[in-house]
T-cell receptor, first 116, second 113 residues
Framework: AQKVTQAQTEISVVEKEDVTLDCVYE???????LFWYKQPPSGELVFLIR??????QNEISGRYSWNFQKSTSSFNFTITASQVVDSAVYFC?????????????FGTGTRLKVLA | DTGVSQDPRHKITKRGQNVTFRCDPI?????LYWYRQTLGQGPEFLTY????????KSRLLSDRFSAERPKGSFSTLEIQRTEQGDSAMYLC???????????FGSGTRLTVV
């Protein structure tokens, strides 16, 4: 069965530190998508990235970078030089297309606290 | 309107009452999804519409829950005889085409007292 594991429940860092959020997934699909979302205290889910299972290139967007490794079924997210505004809950998600519908399987989230 | 709108943002209701939430998707999006997020958990899939047809329902969607999408536009999610366990954030999302790219709304936070 599809599953997403975010083993880190909460991480606290001091501003300007780098931080990596881990995501491990399980799927039997050969084609799938992986996602990261940010959920600030206001509650909305903010899309950060989508990665196709055939594209293992790492991606960098400003202070954000993602490391996708199919060999270890991991899709980790690094924030460089963290800022207080990065404080939020971050969710990793996996697409599940087994029923013909793109459902998302979310992990339990990692709460990131960036201290000034 | 460039986003998915949900109304109300917050709802407090007494146990046993019925509640209804509304979701307005991005206008050109033909697919609409409802998810539920309980405290400390990630969102979980509830149901999915393609245009006006409800094509899939999760086992999480008990008989007290009903969703509609008349004319393939906005959608409503009704919970009858609410229970304290229904307290959660209810998220709506919409997508176009393949469905692998969602846009989520800001959610409706339900508190059952």
């Amino acid at each position: 069965a599809q599953k997403v594991t975010q083993a880190q429940t909460e991480i606290s860092v001091v501003e300007k530190e780098d931080v990596t959020l881990d995501c491990v997934y399980e799927t039997r699909d050969t084609t799938y998508y992986l996602f990261w979302y940010k959920q600030p205290p206001s509650g909305e889910l903010v899309f950060l990235i989508r990665r196709n299972s055939f594209d293992e290139q790492n991606e960098i967007s400003g202070r954000y970078s993602w490391n996708f490794q199919k060999s270890t079924s991991s899709f980790n997210f690094t924030i460089t030089a963290s800022q207080v505004v990065d404080s939020a809950v971050y969710f990793c998600a996996l697409s599940d297309y087994t029923s013909g519908t793109y459902k998302y399987i979310f992990g339990t989230g990692t709460r990131l606290k960036v201290l000034a | 309107d460039t986003g998915v709108s949900q109304d109300p943002r917050h709802k407090i209701t007494k146990r046993g009452q019925n509640v209804t939430f509304r979701c307005d998707p991005i206008s050109e999006h033909n697919r609409l999804y409802w998810y539920r997020q309980t405290l400390g958990q990630g969102p979980e899939f509830l149901t999915y519409f393609q245009n006006e047809a409800q094509l899939e329902k999760s086992r999480l969607l008990s008989d007290r829950f009903s969703a509609e999408r008349p004319k393939g536009s906005f959608s409503t999610l009704e919970i009858q005889r609410t229970e304290q366990g229904d307290s959660a954030m209810y998220l709506c999302a919409s997508s176009l085409g393949g469905g692998e790219d969602y846009t989520f709304g800001s959610g409706t936070r339900l508190t059952v007292v």
